[in-house]
């Protein structure tokens, strides 16, 4: 898949209030292959967390009292957006509004990205009763590491939508339209 390059994202948040981002991941896609995984741990507003977001993903306040917060991990992100504005993610409704609503906590600019969601993606191109990233990575047999850790789950998806353009039958990302937006 020559020529296709994009960035799948994962956020993990502290609280059920976007804006509390305590951990994000991004999977770097070049040339259709994965050519890079990172992952920060961050420091959400108070360094609060709620127990239902700790029991999921196990990320509390003492993993993140030291880490840096979100505009210093974004400035980070967003170097790599510098090359490749396209972002994927598995439910991007959820990933975008924890970019959007991160950026207006801390008073930073949105970028001009383009997004894809691998969930819009799966529910148009199969036929599955349930389409969470962990269900149809094992359907494929796409490696899973720990589910609900952002670097994890930023690879899942990466590996995940490559297979749905593969499936669909399509060779750009311009072609999967049904399922993007503009952050």
Known sequence: MQGLNFIAIDFETATGKRASICEAGICIVYEGKIAKTCSWLVRPQGNYYNYWNMRLHGIGPKDTKDSPEFPEVWAEISDYLKDCP???SHNAAFD???IRHSLELYGLEKPDV???CSLRAARRIY???CNTLDFLCNQFEIPCGQHHRAG???EMCARLFLRE???AGYCELEEMNYC???L
């Open 96 to 98: 975008m509004g924890c």
């Open 152 to 154: 994890n789950d930023a």
């Open 180 to 182: 993007n937006g503009r």
């Open 114 to 116: 383009t997004y894809y």
């Open 127 to 129: 036929d599955f009763d």
């Open 165 to 167: 353009i593969r499936d």
């Open 86 to 88: 396209v972002l994927v």
